[in-house]
């Protein structure tokens, strides 16, 4: 039809009226995305009290998970499962160097899988960031870029003193709990993080 009509048409308003068609098109296009964009936005995704990142709206009903107690000479890691909310401690990463953090923790990625990782995130007892929270998200940042894993950030606050006061009450001296301090501390931020989980969403995890 439109062959016709231009066939009938001088040479300039053939052009013209391709022209116009090809505008037409494009707006219609654009329009078209515009609204999927607002439909999209009109929906926020979920996001937890802990974390700037959206969490997972339905737990799996069961896999592993890897807590990262971050330090600057020292890594604490915890593992844990998602069906048992369960928190262990698992070693500790002692390097200052990121290359070798990185081997280590590509190691603990490949054995234990797991669904998405948690770090701590250190605070001022009044809730406000420091120097260490930058150090801490940069790291989980580095996690998410390297590794494509989700990441959740947890409140860490008074974990370190937490993990010594368990570590003394099981009798362990001031020379020994050192080589267990940061996994344990890596324990309670996970034990932590799923206790922050509404109740609706742990039950939903368990009951999968």
């Known amino acids: 039809m439109l062959e016709k009509t231009l066939g009938n048409l001088p040479q300039k308003n053939a052009k013209k009226t391709v022209e116009n068609a090809f505008k037409n098109i494009v707006e219609n296009i654009v329009e078209n995305i515009v609204e999927n964009t607002a439909e999209n936005q009109a929906s926020p995704p979920v996001f937890s009290s802990l974390s700037s990142l959206p969490v997972l709206p339905i737990f799996p009903a069961k896999g592993s998970v890897l807590c990262f107690d971050f330090g600057v000479k020292r890594i604490g890691v915890a593992t844990g499962e998602i069906a048992q909310q369960s928190a262990h401690p698992l070693c500790i990463i002692h390097s200052e160097i990121n290359a070798e953090r990185f081997a280590q ?104």
Do not use: C
């Open 105 to 208: 923790i590509d190691a603990l990625i490949k054995e234990w899988q797991p669904v998405f990782v948690i770090v701590g995130i250190p605070v001022s007892p009044e809730g406000e960031a420091h120097e260490m929270s930058a150090r801490a998200r940069r790291f989980a940042n580095q996690l998410r870029g390297r590794f494509k894993l989700i990441v959740q950030e947890a409140d860490e606050r008074y974990t370190s003193i937490e993990a010594a006061e368990r570590l003394r009450e099981s009798g362990m001296s001031a020379q020994k709990m050192k080589a267990h301090l940061d996994a344990v501390a890596a324990q309670i931020i996970l034990e932590g993080f799923w206790e922050s989980l509404p109740k609706k969403e742990a039950s939903k995890t368990i009951s999968q």
